[in-house]
Structures are given as C-alpha cells and as structure tokens.
C-alpha cells in the first residue's frame, strides 16, 4: 500500500511541476524571440529608411558605410536594392540571388509583410531572414533584407530553460520529500497496527499500537487497543477454562477410572455389557481430554510461530521412515501393509498413467537415500523432527484406522518451494462433500462413528503445520483411497 500511495503522491507532484514548467520554458522562449525580433526590426527599418534616401538623393555611399559596419560589429549580411532589384549593397554573404532571399524581395517590393519566424530554441541554429520595403506604402523605392544570427539568442534560451528547470528538480525532490514524509506519517501507524493485528490473529497478546498520524488515525488505533484488550481477555478466559477444566478433570477422571476398575469384579454377568459400555466411554473421554490439551498447546505454538518466526530445520524422509519403522507393529496388529516410498503417489487428479505401468501402491519400498536420489533433492522442511513426527503420528494413526487390511505408504519429495510428506492409503477413502469437513474440529464420518477417535486428529496436525507455514491437503487416490499430504517450507541444508 505504501509503494501505491507513493506513486501516486509522486505522480501528482511531478504533473504538478511539469504543469507550471512547460509553460514557463515555452514564454522564455518566446519572450527572448521577441526580443531578438524587436532589436533586428529595428535596425531593418532604419536600414529601409537609409535606402529611401540614397535612392532618392542618388548617393549610396552613406549607406554602404552603415550596412558595412553593422556587418563587421554583428557579423549579420545585409542585401539591398533598387525598386528594380539592381543589388545596392550586400555583405556578410547574403546575395540578391539567393532564392530565399530573392523570395523575399519581391514580398517586400510588394509591400507584402513577411512571415513571422518561429520561437527560438536551444537547439536553434538557422537565422532568421527580415525583409522590409523602402519608400513609402504608395511608393516603393527598394528592399532591405538582414540575416540575422540566433545563436546568441538559443544561449539565452538555454540558460533560461537550464534555470527552470534546475528549479523543477528542486520543487519536485522537495514534494518527493513531502510525500515520502507524508506517507510515512500515515502509513506508519499503519504498519504498526497491522503487526498488532497480526498478533491478536495469532492469539498472541499484542502490544498497544502507537497513537500517531492523522487524527481520524488515531481515533483507529485508541479503538483498536481497546478491541484488543478486550479480545486477548477473552481467549485468555477461554484458554484458561479449556486447560483448568482439562486438568481439573483429570483427577476425578482417575479416581473415576479406578473405582471403575475395581467394579468389574464385584459385577454380576448381567452387568457385563453395561459396565463394557461404561469402560469405552470412559476412554473415550480421557482421549477427548488429552486431544483437547493437545490442540490447545498446538494453536498456542502456532500463534507463537506466526509471530516469532522461529527458523526450524529436518530431514523430511529421515522422520518419515523413523515413523513408518515405529508404527510398523501397530500396522501389522491392524492387518496394514506400511511402507516408506521414494516418490509421491498418484492421486485422482493425475490419473495420466500410461498403459502397461503398475499404480504406484505396488513399488517395493525404497530407502530413505534412494528416495532422495530419486526426488533429485533431499527433502528438507522447516519444521522441527518433534513437529513434523506428531504430524506423521496422526495420519498413521488415521490410516491405520480407517484403512485397516489396505496398504499404506508414506513418501517424501520436493515441489517447488515445498517439502511434500504424503500419507496414502488403498482403503475406502472419502466422498468430495466428506473432503471438504474433513479437517473441521470434531468432524467424523457418519459410517465411522463407531471407531474410536475425537475428530481432533487432522485439526491438531493442521494447526502444528500451518504454524510453520505450511498447509495439509487430502485428496482421492488413485484408484481409491485417500491421500494426506503434508506441505512444509523447504529449509536450507545447513537448517538456516
């Protein structure tokens, strides 16, 4: 925003000053034609006048001696002659021949006025050709036509022009100072309130914008704060009812489980069912109070990051493949074939596969090495080992759960600026309406409601990834199935 209003303000200054230039530039231009104009048709009508007399008194020497003269002072040729064209005078190497000049003599023999000359410019080098008639306007005794110079004149203009427009910079560097000055007054508050913003998105609590700019502004930001303060309360209240009530919880919840315990026992086999049904719902809530403490310490790492950029550094198909080789007994419990994969698979909107090729499920598994060969560079994110294995904790753990006797992989590579860790499973997948709630907090499918689980799995992953920058995306697979991938920011090697 800063760069547009600049360019605008700039923009109006420099229109501005060019708007009171170009014409100052234009009338000293004419002015100094003028000028030369006024003191060369001067001397033309005081040369016509010489002329009139020497016809009339049929002696020319006086005026051979004036035109000679001002040709050896000015260096400007003079032609004169008799109303019959027979030559009088001519120096400086102007001639009666000459077919401008003879042009111009039979104008002047007319009494016709000569054609005004144009407006004088630095550049200008062609003199300037006057003509006037001697005698009177019924009697027509010669002509007289000066050459005169425009070189002194262009030095004038130049040296004018020079001036104005040296005073043109200055105007506008001192507006492009101004507008520097002024948007610096406006915008920075500006800036400052966007951080602040920024921070109370983040749910972090943000520091007090300062009261500065136009007053409009700053009415704003006091506004601003106060909204702030209130807003920061409130997640704190909500934070903090969330936690005490999850850690107060935990006690009873223990003695709860205890006494529980201890009853199965003591129950008749009537009892067996309900006191089943008691004990899973039991788990169900000590796993919804452990996710619940889980997202609140994620949202809270991702507001931190947002706003602390804290630089982070891992080896993408190294956590990968420590993942898959941990979660390798639980797979094989759950009838789950899972293996690390060099390669990311195929998903429904790239079904481009050529015939006689094999879906990419049927690889034989490659190291963590060879798949960085195979991607030509080693998949390195912005995230820390811990993150990005509690991310891959929760999509194994998903897959394993709604996939359970399909076959799992999980694979590394690079896109772009991204560091890809993509989960895919050959099970049932999801609908595109299921897709689109999939990440929704306590959102689960209605044919997996009797599976355990809180729905708070992908929203923990989701926030602990978008904490770095990073995003989670779930499509179809191809042929069917569902495939997770993990976006992160690639990082450099050295983890800087």
Request: with cysteine; proline share 6%; glycine share 8%.
């Amino acid at each position: 925003m800063r760069t547009r209003v600049l360019a605008v303000l700039l923009a109006f200054v420099v229109l501005a000053t060019a708007g009171f230039a170009l014409p100052l530039l234009s009338v000293t231009a004419t002015e100094r034609t003028q000028q030369l104009l006024l003191a060369r048709t001067a001397d033309v009508d005081r040369f016509a006048a010489l002329a009139d007399q020497a016809v009339a008194a049929g002696d020319a020497s006086a005026l051979l001696a004036e035109v000679t003269r001002y040709t050896e002072l000015y260096g400007e040729g003079i032609v004169v002659v008799t109303a019959r064209r027979a030559p009088v005078a001519e120096t400086g190497g102007l001639a009666a021949a000459d077919p401008a000049v003879a042009e111009l003599i039979d104008a002047a023999l007319r009494n016709q006025p000569s054609q005004p000359a144009a407006t004088v410019r630095p550049w200008s080098r062609t003199p300037v050709l006057l003509a006037r008639p001697a005698g009177t306007g019924t009697k027509v005794s010669g002509a007289v036509v000066l050459r005169a110079s425009v070189t002194r004149a262009a030095d004038d203009v130049r040296r004018s022009w020079f001036a104005v427009l040296a005073g043109a910079a200055l105007v506008t560097l001192a507006g492009a100072g101004l507008a520097l000055g002024a948007t610096r007054w406006v915008l920075g508050p500006m800036r400052r309130l966007d951080r602040a913003v920024g921070d109370l998105t983040a749910g972090l609590r943000p520091v007090h914008a300062d009261l500065a700019g136009p007053p409009e502004l700053r009415q704003l930001t006091a506004g601003f704060n106060r909204m702030s303060d209130a807003v920061t309360a409130a997640l704190d209240q909500q934070r903090r009812l969330v936690a005490d009530t999850s850690h107060q919880m935990r006690n009873p919840m223990t003695a709860l489980r205890l006494r529980v315990d201890a009853l199965g026992p003591s129950l008749p086999a009537s009892a067996a069912r309900t006191y089943e049904g008691a004990v899973g719902e039991l788990d169900r809530l000590e796993a919804l109070l452990d996710d619940l403490l889980t997202l609140l310490a994620a949202e809270h790492r991702a507001g931190e990051l947002a706003v602390s950029g804290d630089s982070a550094s891992c080896d993408a198909a190294a956590v990968a493949e420590a993942q898959v080789h941990l979660w390798q007994p639980a797979a094989e419990r759950a009838g789950v074939r899972l293996r690390f994969t060099g390669e990311p698979p195929r998903t429904a909107e790239a079904q481009r596969q050529p015939a006689g090729m094999t879906p990419h499920l049927t690889r034989e598994p490659l190291h963590a090495a060879e798949a960085q060969r195979a991607t030509g560079e080693p998949p390195r994110a912005a995230a820390t080992e811990a993150e990005l294995a509690q991310v891959l904790d929760v999509l194994l753990d998903n897959a394993l759960k709604y996939a359970p006797g399909a076959e799992v992989s999980v694979s590394c590579g690079v896109e772009g600026a991204w560091a890809v860790v993509s989960v895919a499973d050959a099970g049932p997948g999801l609908s595109a309406e299921e897709l689109a709630q999939a990440q929704a907090r306590f959102w689960r499918a209605d044919r997996h409601r009797g599976l355990p689980g809180t729905g708070l799995g992908l929203a923990i992953a989701e926030r602990l990834t978008a904490g770095r920058g990073g995003r989670i995306e779930l499509r179809a697979a191809d042929p069917h199935g569902l495939v997770v991938r993990v976006l992160l920011p690639r990082a450099e090697a050295d983890g800087s």
